[in-house]
């Protein structure tokens, strides 16, 4: 059984502790930022945090090492640049919107709107979300959600309850406000007890599955996107400094952040940096790894140099957790290592709180060929 991990996700008004300091997390309105914003927020990084941006499964960008004392002044940075919202709408405002919008297309259209309706909502579990997926083809089926806007088979929109295979067909201009009535239909149906949508036993009947589902398109990978140059993060991680110069550099207008630790320089030319990941086949891309020890209390590992060297050597998807939890990656992996009393557990396709094969091996056992 996977341990409790924490049941919210940390804000720009309510961050949350960790081993380096607070993390402030910022979400972006449709998952862009100007230019202009990418640059006033990498400088607020540096100036009241640690300097280290991440990007989350939920296309937000986080602020790592922030105090107590700072967190102030980093509120009123991000609110001049109209990154922030008011405290009463924060935690609502969780809306995955697919990174290839157009201005004015259905995506925007319905992102924006649903956005400004935020306080029709009723309430709602904290990590409860929307996905605004209203492109040619979903793209958004595998990050997380609960209630999903997108394209059925016929091309037709849909309402989509998440782990439901088929959604509602929606009207033209109907769809934020069918969005809000399920919404209010699984917190009247006791979803504060299921706090998932995907858990619920009722979704099926919340959201009655009546048109089959589009075939998913790709999600974005490195190189080049309809937008511009699609960078890798390592671990979505990135130095503020080298994520300002690498807008600077590309001419781009703006930053598209996605959920796979993916970002797009938005009309920008492609620019080399070895801090970033290019190739699509970098090992680095199937690998997840959360910061570890000393970053979160709840780790006994440092993971992600450890990933670094592993990662060529696994041809799959390789997971390297601190702990039991798997923040870094909820889902099975073929390789997973999980951190324990400062060695770690071995398990094959399996979760971090799955039973492991082996146990007790040190990062040395771990790099001794064939071990993996």
Request: hydrophobic share 40%.
């Given at each position: 059984m996977r341990p409790a991990a924490k049941g919210w996700c940390p804000g720009a008004h309510r961050p949350m502790e960790s081993g380096d300091g607070l993390i402030v997390r910022v979400r972006p309105p449709l998952g862009r930022l100007t230019a202009a914003q990418v640059q006033g927020l990498c400088a607020a990084a540096r100036e009241h945090g640690s300097g280290i941006l991440e990007l989350t499964r939920r296309a937000n960008i986080q602020i790592r090492g922030v105090s107590w004392a700072a967190h102030p002044a980093l509120l009123d940075a991000l609110d001049a640049l109209g990154l922030i919202d008011a405290p009463a709408t924060e935690a609502r405002r969780n809306i995955l919107v697919a990174p290839l919008w157009q201005p004015g297309d259905a995506t925007a259209r319905i992102a924006a709107e649903l956005a400004a309706r935020l306080g029709e909502l009723p309430d709602l579990p904290a990590k409860f979300g929307f996905a605004v997926d209203a492109g040619a083809a979903p793209m958004l089926v595998a990050a997380s959600a609960d209630i999903r806007i997108e394209r059925a088979a016929d091309a037709a929109l849909v309402l989509r309850a998440d782990g439901v295979a088929g959604?509602?067909?929606?009207?033209?201009?109907?769809?934020?406000?069918?969005?809000?009535?399920?919404?209010?239909?699984?917190?009247?149906?006791?979803?504060?007890?299921?706090?998932?949508?995907?858990?619920?036993?009722?979704a099926a009947d919340l959201c009655p599955p009546e048109r089959s589902p589009a075939v998913p398109q790709a999600p974005v990978i490195p190189g080049m996107s309809a937008l511009g140059p699609a960078i890798g993060l390592p671990f979505g991680q990135i130095e503020a400094a080298a994520l300002a110069d690498l807008v600077v550099r590309s001419g781009a207008q703006a930053l598209r952040v996605t959920p796979w630790r993916v970002a797009i320089l938005e009309r920008g030319t492609p620019v080399a940096d070895p801090s970033v990941l290019a190739d699509p086949a970098d090992p680095l891309l199937r690998t997840d790894a959360c910061p570890g020890k000393p970053f979160c209390p709840a780790a006994t590992v440092e993971t992600r140099a450890l990933a670094r060297r592993l990662a060529p050597?696994?041809?799959?998807?390789?997971?390297?957790?601190?702990?039991?939890?798997?923040?870094?990656r909820p889902r099975a992996a073929d390789v997973t290592l999980t951190g324990r009393a400062g060695r770690f557990d071995l398990i094959r396709d399996g979760h971090a709180w799955d039973t492991p094969g082996r146990s007790g091996l040190r990062p040395a056992d771990l790099l001794e060929p064939g071990a993996l």
């Open positions: 959604g509602m067909p929606l009207r033209h201009g109907s769809e934020v406000t069918a969005a809000i009535a399920l919404a209010h239909r699984f917190a009247e149906a006791d979803g504060a007890a299921y706090k998932r949508m995907a858990r619920h036993p009722r050597h696994v041809a799959g998807r390789l997971h390297v957790s601190g702990c039991a939890k798997g923040c870094a």
